[in-house]
């Protein structure tokens, strides 16, 4: 199983940029997929997930109202659409993946050794 982070970047604070996941190796639509994110000095910290189906998400507050989290099954394809983001924003992104069933999901989403999969992260800079 490979899991391709893209899309990091500079970005100007209040701007927009969109992370890409692409799995390999795996029955995509089996698995919920999420983005962790770690800044600098600080542990790493979940963002986003998403259902194996794509119709149920969870975010983590300081996401909420600002990205949003899709993917494309027949793409076998994550995103991580980042809307009007602010410096504290700024991290290396990481995408993983967890199998299918998984019970009380969006409560255990946010814990990172539920996981199955790893990413490589991919770097986001906001720019003030």
């Known amino acids: 199983v490979q899991l391709q982070a893209s899309g990091g970047g500079l970005v100007q604070a209040g701007g927009s940029l969109r992370l890409s996941c692409a799995a390999s190796g795996l029955i995509f639509s089996h698995y919920v997929m999420a983005w962790f994110r770690q800044a600098p000095g600080k542990e790493r910290e979940s963002v986003a997930a998403?259902?194996?189906?794509?119709?149920?998400?969870r975010y983590a507050d300081s996401a909420k109202g600002r990205f949003t989290i899709s993917r494309d099954n027949a793409r076998n394809t994550m995103y991580l659409q980042m809307n009007s983001p602010n410096v504290e924003d700024t991290a290396v992104y990481y995408c993983a993946a967890r199998r299918l069933p998984w019970g009380m999901w969006s409560y255990r989403y946010k814990v990172e050794n539920e996981y199955d999969y790893w990413g490589q992260g991919t770097l986001v800079t906001v720019s003030s």
């Open positions: 998403i259902m194996g189906s794509g119709m149920d998400t």
